[in-house]
């Protein structure tokens, strides 16, 4: 299994420019997680999905974050407006629904000037 | 308001000695209380868990201490090696429900 899959893995932005990060679940893992690590904050949760519905967005910093999960192999974490305080790595983590284990991906590391 | 609080933050150990981090948490729901460890520019990878039921989970080198009463959870890393230098998180969960993070322990192992 090739674990959880995120691109790009390093994205540089200007401010103000939409960001759009993605991630490929591993299969037959229902539940997705969007995390964010900084070290002032360490790991946040920004929201997560169970069977592609949002359980839980109270993460999302504000309206210029948005995520989807149009299907069951693919999530978007969108940033539009960004801006240099959402420079920080963004972390996709997916759980079978039976299991507790979040299995995490590599990572985007994202930095807006 | 942090559901899991860590400490300490950084921890330095030398070769062969024990790392010792600590983890306390408020919430009586929560039933699942893993360790994450993470290496630079790689996502965190779960190491050890353990359900309240038991007191004591070991995995090789690694020791999850739990104390249900106390309401506190503790990893101990016996003869510590630098391979394990790289930042610890703890975490707390409800049943199957999302992970509570400590903010991390950054270890550092010297030879």
């Known amino acids: 299994d090739a674990g959880v899959i995120q691109s790009p893995r390093h994205e540089v932005t200007e401010m103000g420019q939409e960001v759009t990060l993605r991630c490929k679940p591993i299969s037959g893992h229902n539940s997705l997680f969007w995390y964010r690590q900084t070290m002032m904050r360490g790991l946040e949760l920004l929201i997560y999905f169970n069977n592609n519905v949002p359980i839980d967005d109270s993460g999302m910093p504000e309206d210029r974050f948005s995520a989807k999960m149009p299907n069951a192999s693919f999530s978007t974490l969108k940033i539009q407006p960004s801006e240099p305080r959402d420079s920080a790595v963004y972390f996709c983590?997916?759980?079978?629904?039976?299991?507790?284990?979040?299995?995490f991906g590599p990572g985007t590391r994202l930095t807006v000037t | 308001q942090q559901q899991v609080k860590q400490s300490p933050q950084s921890l330095i150990v030398q070769k062969g000695g024990i790392s010792i981090i600590n983890c306390a948490y408020e919430?009586?729901?929560?039933?699942?209380f893993p360790w994450y460890q993470q290496f630079p520019g790689k996502g965190p990878a779960l190491l050890i868990a353990?359900?309240?039921?038991?007191s004591e989970k070991k995995e090789g080198r690694f020791t999850i201490s739990f104390n249900k009463s106390a309401k506190q959870f503790s990893l101990h890393i016996m003869d510590s090696q630098p391979g394990d230098s790289a930042t610890y998180f703890c975490?707390?969960?409800?049943?199957?429900?999302?992970?509570?993070f400590g903010r991390g322990t950054q270890l550092t192992v010297w030879p």
């Open positions: 975490a707390a969960s409800k049943p199957l429900g999302r992970l509570y």
């Open positions: 353990i359900r309240p039921d038991v």
């Open positions: 919430n009586t729901a929560f039933d699942y």
């Open positions: 983590a997916t759980v079978r629904d039976s299991s507790y284990e979040q299995y």
